[in-house]
């Protein structure tokens, strides 16, 4: 959080990126929060949020390392939908997967 601040202040532009991990951080409460510390920021006015996916499995399968995170189902296109109408009722832009 403190070298998100002092990016902002140095004034360049700054996206914020999130992974979105089901069961951690995907509900209104901490979504609400970051757009709070967001809007905070000066010089941020964007948020990418980032569906947490299963890609990087079969590279520690690949590579003889045990992969410790549970299984966790990827959030439904409706749930980043849901989450992304949150960040933007705090007047910020939101772009699902950072896409450009």
Do not use: Q, W
């Amino acid at each position: 959080l403190e070298n998100a601040k002092f990016i902002a202040r140095s004034g360049t532009r700054l996206i914020i990126r999130v992974p979105v991990i089901p069961g951690f951080n995907d509900d209104e409460y901490n979504i609400s929060r970051l757009s709070r510390f967001v809007v905070s920021l000066k010089n941020v006015k964007e948020i990418h949020l980032l569906p947490y996916h299963k890609l990087g499995e079969n590279k520690y399968n690949y590579l003889g390392y045990k992969y410790k995170m549970p299984p966790i189902d990827p959030p439904s296109s409706e749930e980043m939908d849901r989450l992304k109408d949150i960040v933007e009722k705090f007047g910020l832009v939101c772009k699902i997967g950072g896409v450009s």
